[in-house]
């Protein structure tokens, strides 16, 4: 039995699919990704317990979608018949405390809401009519190798039929698995494996207020999270600046990326990046 770390890192072959981060383009955009892959999986290292092996997702895809639609098949695979533990990592995350999950948790499970909070907009209408009140980031996912058969063949009876019209098919499905095996939400409800931190900057990181917000929302203060969220599709940059960032104050160090180089005013502060 392995337990094994993994990351999709993914290029999105043409411009006009980018559905988020537009403005930066498909290469640029698949850059900023593989920094985020560098400093996730430094992080990772650094924090997650016991022994583990990297796996990396990689294809070339038409659309987000169809990342999402290859991945679980991907991770399927990994799990190999309940042989493995897999623990699944969205590239906008990064590991700040020690994470002890490989054989701790016997069933499928995400870690915190999203937000919103609740299944709504497009979502709500995904074609298989499914909805969920407590609604769960994808973000961070657990499979041990103890997870039920039955909570697979659940996810597949949807994700043979992928609903490419809505952004959160595969959150949705995931949600409809973990909810399988316990409808109870406060069961699976831990915010400290994938704080949630909308809207993210450097200089927000500074402001006590922000920080206030943010803990509030998630019942629980990053400084004690292990695990936090970043949001990627909502500005690649600012997230790989935000990683960039977390890290220094983590660690003391100022990470240093293949692709790219961080930019900082005088204040140290992080404001661009600078591709090589």
Not at 12 to 22: A, G, Q, R, S
Not at 46 to 67: A, H, L, P
Not at 120 to 125: E, I, M
Not at 158 to 175: K, L, P, R, S
């Amino acid at each position: 039995m392995a337990n094994i770390v993994t990351m999709a890192l993914c290029r999105i072959k043409d411009n006009k699919k980018l559905e988020y981060n537009t403005a930066t383009g498909a290469d640029k955009t698949y850059t900023l990704y593989s920094s985020m892959l560098e400093i996730l999986a430094e992080s990772a290292d650094k924090y997650i317990q016991g022994d583990f092996e990297f796996e990396i997702i990689e294809n070339e895809v038409d659309s987000y979608q169809e990342i999402f639609d290859t991945n679980f098949n991907e991770v399927y695979q990994m799990w190999d018949n309940g042989n493995n533990n897999v623990l699944f990592l969205d590239l906008d995350t990064l590991v700040i405390n020690p994470v002890d999950v490989f054989d701790k948790l016997s069933d499928f499970q995400m870690f915190n809401y999203t937000d919103p909070k609740t299944l709504s907009g497009k979502d709500a209408t995904n074609k298989y009519e499914l909805q969920h009140e407590h609604y769960f980031n994808a973000g961070v996912r657990y499979y041990p190798s103890s997870m039920k058969k039955e909570v697979w063949d659940l996810g597949w009876k949807y994700a043979n039929d992928w609903d490419y019209n809505v952004w959160g098919t595969e959150q949705i499905i995931f949600n409809e698995m973990m909810y399988s095996q316990d409808s109870d939400h406060t069961k699976w409800l831990t915010p400290e494996m994938n704080y949630q931190s909308m809207n993210a900057t450097p200089p927000a990181l500074e402001q006590g207020q922000y920080i206030s917000q943010l803990n509030a929302w998630n019942g629980t203060s990053l400084n004690t999270s292990q695990i936090v969220h970043l949001h990627g599709t909502r500005g690649a940059e600012q997230t790989l600046l935000t990683q960039w960032a977390l890290w220094k104050k983590l660690t003391g160090e100022e990470f240093e990326f293949d692709l790219v180089n961080v930019i900082q005013n005088n204040d140290g502060m992080p404001v661009g990046i600078e591709y090589k």
